[in-house]
T-cell receptor, first 115, second 110 residues
Framework: DGGITQSPKYLFRKEGQNVTLSCEQNLNHDAMYWYRQDPGQGLRLIYYSQIVNDFQKGDIAEGYSVSREKKESFPLTVTSAQKNPTAFYLC??????????????FGQGTRLTVV | GDSVTQMEGPVTLSEEAFLTINCTYTATGYPSLFWYVQYPGEGLQLLLKATKADDKGSNKGFEATYRKETTSFHLEKGSVQVSDSAVYFCALRGGNKLVFGAGTILRVKS
């Protein structure tokens, strides 16, 4: 079955460490997204990518980095520059910007906690 | 820029009550509109969608109508169940981005 897989489901990070969250999709979607979810604040866009080897900053990109070397994969690195990284991170994908009436598909999320 | 505004929660209802969750949007052009549902500890699942004015999306007893004149996409269900307890997100897709509302927590008591 096609879908989006995020791993790990739970992740713990020490202060000052970088960590990478994995997102893989086998839906053949062109566009992929990373969102951060905090209680009471809904979803905030971190980065998005419309095509391989290209990505754009979202609303809260500071302290995060991404890469898009393959169509299927869009990993997110939370760097030590992100001062408040504890949150629930969601990856999503869509077929592409030309197909506006299609919905986004989401992974199951990664809960990151700083210890 | 594009934005979505949802009614604040939590919304607490008794089983079999009528549900309305208000959603209004601001967008240039003609976006597609969506309702997603999120159960605890999980990702978002599409509940229903509408892609043009006056379209009605429906699924699992939930309905929402795309009202261009009032820029609204209110979610309704005639009789809620305990299993409907979740967070509901209204969203639009326009241009390169997906834009989400803040989410509304729904709690249904038996």
């Amino acid at each position: 079955d096609g879908g989006i897989t995020q791993s790990p489901k739970y992740l713990f990070r020490k202060e000052g460490q970088n960590v990478t969250l994995s997102c893989e999709q086998n839906l053949n979607h062109d566009a992929m997204y990373w969102y951060r979810q905090d209680p009471g604040q809904g979803l905030r866009l971190i980065y998005y990518s419309q095509i391989v080897n290209d990505f754009q900053k979202g609303d809260i990109a500071e302290g995060y980095s991404v890469s898009r070397e393959k169509k299927e994969s869009f990993p997110l690195t939370v760097t030590s520059a992100q001062k408040n990284p504890t949150a629930f991170y969601l990856c999503a994908s869509t077929p592409g910007i030309g197909l506006m009436n299609t919905e986004a598909f989401f992974g199951q999320g990664t809960r990151l906690t700083v210890v | 820029g594009d934005s979505v505004t949802q009614m604040e929660g939590p919304v607490t209802l008794s089983e079999e009550a009528f549900l309305t969750i208000n959603c209004t949007y601001t967008a240039t052009g003609y976006p597609s509109l969506f309702w997603y549902v999120q159960y605890p500890g999980e990702g978002l699942q599409l509940l229903l969608k509408a892609t043009k004015a006056d379209d009605k999306g429906s699924n699992k007893g939930f309905e929402a109508t795309y009202r261009k004149e009032t820029t609204s996409f209110h979610l309704e269900k005639g009789s809620v169940q305990v299993s409907d307890s979740a967070v509901y997100f209204c969203a639009l897709r326009g241009g390169n981005k997906l834009v989400f509302g803040a989410g509304t927590i729904l709690r249904v008591k038996s």
